[in-house]
């Protein structure tokens, strides 16, 4: 049984950082592609960051350049660092799968989904 397993959210000040985790059983990340997705209440999910095992990371424009995803073979883990957390960052994120070597930007791409971690970032 396939499952992605977020963790890693929680309250923290503008200006702070978090370090999401995805951590998978039932597939080994290294031949998927993993999109990191968030979504606020009452608004559309919305792409954050997509990997693959071919070619680089690519990050949403409201990344900003802030976050950084990388993955850990042997945890079978997948992580977002995000940093210079603003409270516009404030909503739950989603880690995906989809068994393909280039990134996939597109949610209705990805086969597998996480149950999300939820970041609050406020004073």
């Known amino acids: 049984q396939v499952q992605l397993v977020e963790s890693g959210g929680g309250l923290v000040q503008p200006g702070g950082s978090l370090r999401l985790s995805c951590a998978a059983s039932?597939?080994?990340?290294?031949?998927?592609?993993i999109g990191w997705f968030r979504q606020a209440p009452g608004k559309q999910r919305e792409g954050v960051s997509y990997d693959a095992p071919i070619g680089d990371a690519y990050y949403a424009a409201s990344a900003g350049g802030r976050f950084t995803m990388s993955r850990d073979k042997v945890k079978n883990t997948v992580y977002l660092q995000m940093n210079s957390l603003k409270p516009g960052d404030t909503t739950v994120y989603y880690c995906?799968?989809?068994?393909?070597?280039?990134?996939?930007?597109?949610?209705?791409?990805?086969?597998?989904w996480g149950r999300g971690t939820e970041v609050t970032v406020s004073t």
């Open positions: 039932g597939l080994a990340l290294t031949h998927y592609a």
């Open positions: 995906a799968a989809v068994i393909k070597e280039v990134l996939m930007s597109r949610e209705e791409e990805y086969d597998y």
